[in-house]
């Protein structure tokens, strides 16, 4: 019997019509990020908060964003396990061929703004001159203009570290992969952590511009507080 199950998370189970987030599971994905992206250096920095500090309050509310705009926009999946209970071990949020992350008046409305809300001016202006324009440089270099927009691209992925190296990671990827197969579609995603370049490889995905060492793919990133992070473009060619 498989250790994990995965589930796509239904929009219309919204207990509230005004706010797309009210999913009855959002609380328990909300608390399974938050243990996925603590310690993370990404998240630390483009939150504006120090690498050393023990305040982890944040982290959810940071990544359950992208899963309100997933649940408009794109598909939200869940990995569970597979016994009595359900527990919901790990998240993953996609956004299909044609779609993008805020690219709707509703994903701005229920997600960007909230996001933006969340942090100071300073760290509002590093994101609109620093960090964005950046990041879509770095991943039109590396995969073309237009290449994320028409494939899969993969927002959010986060397993509770208890459950971590198991299959579930692997699990939500194969589970979007194997949809692009049958389509033909390209699917792509940006890695942040290096550790993480094994998982992604091992489903199939290559570093981009192909051709060239890690250390001339990636992208430097420095937040407000000193801090940095490393920025990297996979893809995958399902035809």
């Known amino acids: 019997m498989a250790n994990f199950l ?3 998370l239904d929009p219309s189970t919204a207990v509230s019509m005004s706010d797309p987030g009210s999913l009855p599971e959002i ?3 909300e608390s399974v ?3 996925a992206f603590t310690g993370d250096r990404f998240t630390a920095v483009v939150t504006g908060h120090g690498l050393s500090e023990t305040d982890t309050s944040h982290i959810g509310p940071f990544w359950l964003t992208t899963v309100v705009a997933g649940l408009l926009g794109g598909e ?3 990995a569970e396990t597979n016994d009595t209970e359900r527990k919901i071990i790990g998240c993953a949020v996609w956004f299909g061929p044609g779609h993008s992350l805020y690219d709707t008046e509703a994903q701005q409305q229920h997600s960007l703004v909230p996001l933006m809300a969340m942090f100071d001016d300073k760290l509002q202006h590093w994101w609109h001159t620093v960090f964005l324009p950046t990041y879509d440089n770095m991943v039109a270099s590396g995969i073309g203009p237009d ?11 986060g397993v509770d570290l208890q459950y971590r190296r198991k299959g579930a990671a692997t699990l939500l990827l194969n589970t979007v992969i194997k949809k692009a197969k049958l389509a033909g579609d390209k699917l792509s995603v940006e890695l ?7 998982l992604y490889e091992g ?5 981009m511009p192909k051709g060239k060492a890690r250390d001339e793919c990636s992208e430097s990133f420095t937040g407000i507080t000193g ?3 490393r920025m990297w473009v996979l893809a995958q060619d399902s035809k």
């Open 76 to 78: 939200v999946y869940v």
């Open 147 to 157: 290449t994320k927009h028409n494939s899969w691209h993969l927002q959010t992925l």
């Open 33 to 35: 990020l938050s243990k």
């Open 27 to 29: 609380h328990n994905v």
């Open 192 to 198: 942040e952590n290096e550790v993480n370049f094994a």
């Open 203 to 207: 489903v199939g995905f290559e570093l």
């Open 227 to 229: 801090d940095t992070f």
């Open 6 to 8: 995965v589930r796509k």
